[in-house]
């Protein structure tokens, strides 16, 4: 099998394994503390990434050495208090429609690229931008007589991950990917750990199976996504992942009874068109600056 179809075969993987994961989480949720659940699957994650790093060359020495600290510890900080906010999504909005809402992520990625980034962004991502936000608001549907203010978790859960997204890209300018992803597990284990133990509760003997369930999934599905993003560019992974929000779809309504309306079908359709084009041409901006860096650097030669 070449690189390419590797590359694919693990990005299904880890998409797969993902909504698994959500399903479990879910199910972890609605019975105990979202942070308590998010704090054992944090302390896997970040044992994960400390075997990663102290395999790599140079060992954790060389991994922990970066030139944003602050900035990594954000991160960190950001993606582990982005679950709990998840978690409690997946329970209290269900999984399908929060999945419909978190599908968004790209679209808040691309508008706060902008102010924080200060990327330019033209006419046709802005179109994308709109259409996307038009697609979160069916999906909302705020002015519907069933209006639910739980709806708003997942949004604000998008938002937190577009800005752990913003954050990423920032630091890779100067720190590599396995530094970024040392910190994310670490840093995420530590910080939840300052919170968790208030919330802790003791699991049945078969939730521990299933939380145990839950760290398997939630090591394999990085270690795959990580490995499919080191054989196939970004524009490539992304697209995909929007598989994502038809799997919560089929496990949503199959495995708990959740129902899908009008809205939340519309508007996932379009929030993920417009996720997929803004990605798109999120790659055909870089592929043209690298060009143009390529012919200034020959001609300055």
């Given at each position: 099998m070449d690189s390419k179809r590797t590359g694919y075969l693990f990005t299904l993987l880890a998409i797969l394994i993902f909504s698994l994961q959500d399903a479990i989480s879910k199910h972890l949720g609605s019975l105990y503390p979202p942070v308590f659940i998010a704090m054992l699957r944090f302390w896997a994650f970040g044992t994960f990434a400390m075997a990663l790093g102290a395999r790599s060359p140079g060992g954790l020495k060389v991994v922990a050495a970066t030139k944003r600290p602050a900035l990594q510890i954000l991160r960190g900080v950001l993606l582990a208090f982005q679950i709990v906010v998840t978690i409690t999504a997946f329970t209290k909005v269900g999984l399908a429609h929060s999945q419909a809402i978190l599908a968004s992520g790209p679209i808040f990625v691309a508008l706060l690229s902008m102010p924080l980034l200060g990327e330019r962004v033209g006419w046709r991502r802005w179109t994308a931008i709109g259409i996307g936000l038009c697609g979160v608001l069916i999906i909302?549907?705020?002015?519907?007589?069933?209006?639910?203010?739980?709806?708003?978790?997942?949004?604000?859960?998008?938002?937190?991950?577009?800005?752990?997204?913003?954050?990423?890209?920032?630091?890779?300018?100067?720190?590599?990917?396995?530094?970024?992803?040392?910190?994310?597990?670490?840093?995420?284990?530590?910080?939840?750990?300052?919170?968790?133990?208030?919330?802790?509760?003791?699991?049945?003997?078969?939730?521990?199976?299933?939380?145990g369930l839950l760290?398997?999934?939630?090591?394999?599905?990085?270690?795959?996504?990580?490995?499919?993003?080191?054989?196939?560019?970004?524009?490539?992974?992304?697209p995909l992942t929007y598989l994502q929000v038809v799997l919560a779809a089929i496990i949503g309504v199959s495995v708990f009874g959740e129902t899908l309306n009008l809205n939340m079908v519309l508007g996932s359709a379009i929030v993920v068109g417009a996720g997929i084009f803004t990605i798109w041409r999120e790659s055909v901006v870089a592929r043209r600056r690298a060009a143009e860096n390529r012919i200034g650097k020959n001609t300055g030669k």
């Open positions: 909302l549907n705020p002015a519907g007589s069933a209006f639910d203010m739980g709806v708003l978790l997942p949004l604000i859960s998008a938002l937190m991950f577009a800005v752990y997204v913003i954050a990423t890209r920032l630091v890779s300018r100067e720190d590599t990917a396995s530094t970024s992803f040392f910190y994310t597990g670490v840093v995420g284990a530590v910080a939840i750990s300052l919170v968790g133990p208030f919330f802790w509760t003791n699991l049945t003997p078969g939730d521990w199976l299933w939380m760290c398997i999934t939630g090591m394999s599905s990085h270690y795959f996504l990580i490995r499919a993003y080191d054989l196939l560019d970004a524009a490539a992974v992304q």
